[in-house]
């Protein structure tokens, strides 16, 4: 027996169930899944970022032999009506209605669909579609004219900002301050799966196959663009290629296949390029920050004043706001942050990996290493001065804060002592050597989910719940979590996630998942053994109080140690299988979580939206650099992160997700950023061939600790890991390469020509 399949519950580390499938090519994507004589579909997108198509010509795409139809603004009859921005309520990506006019918003806009017997066909004639446009002088954002800026507080519901103290007075009045400023780029997710879609009709239902973050979203937000009741419409996304947000909301694309579907009275199938890819989904915005930091010279904060500007799109204020993180992260008496929002002619962000802590967080994360610097002080030690059991903007309690321990157990396991502090003061022949760290921190998140669990008289048990497999290994959590309730061998246990057919899971984003899913399946199961517990009277755990009954290892077992055989003990209870449906709200949401999750809106809370608490997972990340003295080529050497985040269910899993991390966090500090034609708005290196993210020989010995931590404010003890690893790697590698050179970079990706 491999060593993974030892114990199964929850805390064990077996393989994943959906391993072999996925390795062997039986895992089916949703690309993957056959449609009887599918036509296909193929987007053209827009050449310009502003302004208005004047003129289709069809002529010679109509030539290609095989084409079927195309579909533009001039010929849609009103069939999709707005699905809303999600963030004001709604299900999309964003507000714009596809197809809906002549405008053109942004850079890649659909704006048309060639449908066609086969995909190379619908290709050769959407490259023969000619479209004309009037070109208007676009904004690309920073740097550009026409972009219109507003306070995040006016454009965007429920934003706060946090005002404590004077920090503007403070700041002025403190012995020793640093004052800088910081830029983050533009990011895309590129998951390895491509944004495809299949839609089918049957007797007015319709049927999408597509991979999402958020089926029950997706089929919302579908039902209501094409004005059906959303029980006419089902999603299916068993496994999905990689999303990292990008999957997390409705896109513009699923809506006009679907109609596609209708007018032609077949499936329809779309795959759209990599480099439509960059402009009909979402991205990570870039960003500049501005950060005061002061300390008295013991290192105590005295003020911190947080201020970041964000790039959207014209219609939709999208925020990331990490704002929220960095004011909460460190004791000060004196904050105040403020978000900007820059609307330009860009397609809408959205969701990627830690969205508002990564830009952020490396904001403060710099900011707390050039202040260390300027105090002369150990810079984990100025993390220690200022941490608390409490956040600063409100004074809550954290649930539990690992972060300190975090800090002292990666310090040893890294060697931090062998630092010497004086920048540029280690080196190995012609390398420069540095150390940096950083924090990372990723609040809880938690959602309402439903579940139903079954229980059939052979001892099997079968868990339904429209979660989603987005490569973090939740079939096989959630496994886990069915076999501790029900004390069964994890083969024993068969999930069902990815359609909307089955009891709705929050959104899959936010790290939620593992402790919103397994909380409620735990809840399922439990009242499974109180009805199995309740009926025990008559056999040989007659005179056992029913509450002290558990189910651990196939059978009923009392205190005492005496047992029945699962099997024995559930024909009491039942004739047959047991079927439980369950539903669960964790503390601090609202009643209202239930109901938004039945209509498919992602409401997520708890985190540090919390009234009486706030929660997170916390770590530590090492990294030595090695920046070469004459070329300045980078490389990480080594990178160590210390993890603190409540019950882990599946260590294995979870250094997964963390390793991830980690990784990301290379290439988003040393490689990673869309390059933009800042004249005409449009993205240049929407290729992964141009697109940079680190390759094998980029990614160095890598070092994960996962410290045992004991949350008592939920049920399970969980809290997400998912998007916890890449938060603190961009500061840490930029803190490393300033101990290594003496050169302070605030810009990422910090690349050679950043240490010229
Ligand atoms: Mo994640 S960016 O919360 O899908």
Same mark, same amino acid.
């Given at each position: 027996m491999p060593e993974g399949m030892i114990g199964q519950g929850i805390g064990a580390s077996p393989v994943r169930v959906d391993g072999r499938a996925k390795v062997t090519g039986a895992a089916h994507y949703a690309s993957d899944m056959a449609v009887p004589n599918p036509a296909w579909a193929f987007l053209v997108t827009s050449a310009i970022a502003r302004g208005r198509v004047t003129a289709i010509d069809e002529t010679e795409a109509r030539r290609v032999p095989g084409v079927l139809d195309i579909l533009h603004h001039g010929n849609m009859r009103g069939e999709v009506q707005e699905a809303g921005f999600f963030a004001g309520g709604g299900y999309a990506g964003s507000s714009l209605r596809p197809l809906e006019d002549d405008r053109v918003h942004h850079d890649g806009e659909i704006v048309a669909v060639v449908l066609a017997e086969s995909y190379e066909t619908a290709r050769e004639a959407a490259y023969r579609l000619q479209v004309r446009y009037a070109e208007e002088q676009p904004s690309a954002g920073f740097d550009t004219e026409g972009a219109e800026a507003r306070d995040a507080k006016d454009a965007v519901q429920g934003h706060e900002d946090a005002e404590v103290g004077d920090a503007d007075a403070a700041f002025a009045a403190a012995p020793v301050k640093i004052e800088a400023a910081y830029e983050t780029p533009t990011q895309h997710h590129n998951p390895i799966e491509l944004f495809t879609t299949t839609a089918s009709w049957e007797n007015g239902r319709l049927t999408i196959l597509e991979g999402s973050q958020y089926v029950h979203g997706l089929r919302n937000g579908v039902a209501k663009q094409l004005g059906l009741d959303p029980s006419l419409v089902r999603v299916e996304s068993p496994f999905i290629g990689g999303a990292f947000g990008s999957r997390g909301s409705l896109t513009q694309r699923t809506a006009l296949i679907a109609v596609a579907a209708r007018r032609l009275n077949r499936p329809v199938k779309l795959v759209a390029t990599r480099d439509q890819g960059f402009t009909i989904a979402t991205y990570r915005a870039e960003t500049r920050q501005r950060v005061k930091l002061a300390a008295n010279p013991d290192g105590t904060l005295v003020a911190f004043v947080h201020e970041g500007t964000e790039v959207s799109s014209r219609p939709d204020p999208y925020k990331v706001a990490g704002t929220q993180t960095t004011a909460r992260m460190y004791a000060c008496p004196n904050i105040r942050t403020k978000v900007t929002i820059l609307h330009a002619d860009r397609n809408t962000p959205g969701f990627m990996r830690s969205p508002p802590e990564v830009p952020y967080m490396f904001g403060l994360e710099s900011a707390m290493d050039e202040l260390a610097h300027a105090l002369g002080m150990d810079p984990i030690e100025l993390r220690r001065v200022n941490d608390s059991t409490h956040e600063s903007v409100k004074g809550l309690p954290w649930t539990s804060r690992g972060l300190m321990r975090c800090f002292d157990a990666g310090a040893e396991a890294f060697g931090w002592?062998? @630092?010497? =502090?004086? =920048? @540029?003061s280690m080196r190995d022949g012609d390398w420069l050597v540095g150390y940096g760290c950083a924090s990372t921190i990723y609040p809880t998140h938690l959602g309402a989910a439903t579940a139903r669990v079954t229980l059939t008289p052979d001892g099997r048990a079968r868990v339904q719940t429209a979660a989603h497999e987005i490569g973090t290994g939740t079939y096989t959590v959630v496994a886990q979590a069915a076999a501790e309730g029900l004390g069964l061998p994890l083969e024993k246990v068969l999930v069902e996630m990815g359609s909307s057919e089955l009891p709705p899971s929050p959104v899959s984003g936010g790290s939620n998942v593992t402790a919103s899913v397994c909380a409620v399946v735990m809840k399922a199961c439990e009242e499974i053994r109180a009805r199995i517990a309740a009926a025990a009277g008559q056999g040989p755990l007659q005179g056992r109080d029913p509450a002290t009954l558990r189910l651990a290892e196939g059978s009923l077992r009392a205190p005492d140690g005496a047992a029945e055989p699962l099997t024995e003990a559930m024909a009491r209870a039942s004739n047959g299988a047991i079927e439980v449906y369950a539903e669960n709200i964790p503390h601090g949401l609202p009643e209202g979580a239930l109901k938004s999750l039945y209509q498919g809106k992602p409401a997520l809370g708890a985190g540090l939206e919390g009234k009486d608490r706030v929660m997170a997972a916390f770590g530590a990340e090492f990294v030595e650099v090695r920046v070469h003295s004459r070329t300045a080529e980078t490389r990480v050497a080594r990178i160590l992160g210390a993890f603190a985040a409540g019950r882990i269910v599946n260590p294995r899993t979870a250094r997964s997700q963390l390793m991830g991390g980690l990784i990301w966090g290379i290439g988003s500090a040393l490689h990673e950023a869309t390059e933009m034609d800042r004249k005409r708005a449009r993205y240049v290196n929407d290729n992964i061939a141009e697109y940079l993210i680190p390759v094998n020989a980029d990614v160095p010995k890598l070092d994960v600790l996962v410290l045992e931590e004991e949350d008592k404010a939920t049920p399970l003890g969980i809290k997400g890991l998912g998007e916890l690893g890449n938060v603190g790697t961009n500061a840490a590698i930029a803190n490393a390469v300033f101990h290594a050179t003496g050169k302070r970079i605030r810009t990422l990706p910090i690349r050679i020509e950043s240490l010229l």
């Open positions: 002592k062998d @630092r010497t =502090p004086q =920048p @540029r």
